[in-house]
């Protein structure tokens, strides 16, 4: 069972996603709970309840510190002048290319370490570069603190967090759509490497760096127009089917069999953990982060950069 990051080992792994249970205490392999194996109309159920969420999150397993009151705020750290100043001239720099598209950028309203930020560009950039029909619906790509990621409907161990176009957050705060990031986990480059690290080695997920966030919640920009269509979802059910994962055609929900295991072992925990959004999501991360990716990520990336991929210059 995973160690949490206050070095606990909970009953459940709980996360900022509905988790799967421990396996002992799933139903037997000959004793099926009828529950498992959804019909059709159960699937399309679940995926207009998804539909109707607020956004999606990308996080870790809750940390007990932050549970009991000592907030992440507290351990963000003083900037230095030059720090700052760094941080201004990354968040310029890229500004000058998303603009081009619509997008704005906030690093500097609660800074993060301008090593990151220059991570966040070379994912921007290249998602600019490569996906601009789909980029420019993007809206901003913004740093909260902890507070305000509640409003938007996370919480302090969201890594991000994507709102859509037409989404209101549930935390009842209004934001404009948009990727957003934790400030908490970006303030230091070393440790979001090696919190990122962890989470990998212990298959939470594969995409905690700056970095890999950003491709994360992009994929989620592009799982949101894929779901509008019905061929793309079909082209897609063909191709996860082709690596050993059967979802529904129309709500893409994993059927049993194989079920969520088989998403566990061959992507993240974290992929498996609430809906076929946060596989996608996790998929398209990996499809970016790895010259060999397997064959869950390569079903979603060949059919994504199918119909999304439009590259220009920039």
Known sequence: ?????????????VGYVEQQPPAERRPPPDRPDDDAFPSRADSRLAAAAANASSGEKHGRPIDESVRNGAGPESDIPEF?????????????DIRGLTEKHGVRVDYTSHPIDPANALELNKAITRMAREYPSVFRHVGIIKVL????????????????HTIHEGQRPTGGGEIEPGIYFG??????????????????????????TAEGTLYHEFGHVIENRLRKNSAIKRELTGELRSAGISVDPDSL???FPPGPQAVIDGLSRYAATKN?????????????????PRPIARAIGTVVDRYFKDEIGC
């Open 183 to 208: 400030q908490s986990h970006f303030t230091d480059k070393s440790t979001t490497d090696l919190e990122a690290a962890n989470d990998r080695a212990r298959n939470w997920n594969i995409s905690g």
């Open 80 to 92: 230095t002048p030059e720090q700052l100043a760094e941080l201004r001239k990354a968040e310029s």
């Open 1 to 13: 069972m995973a160690v949490d990051r206050a070095g606990k080992s909970p009953e459940w792994d």
């Open 253 to 255: 929900v994993v059927a």
């Open 276 to 292: 076929t959004m946060e596989m996608i999501a996790e998929g398209f991360s990996e499809w970016q982060l790895d010259p060999h």
């Open 145 to 160: 603190d902890s507070h305000r990621m509640g409003e938007n409907g996370s919480g302090p161990n969201a890594l991000g």
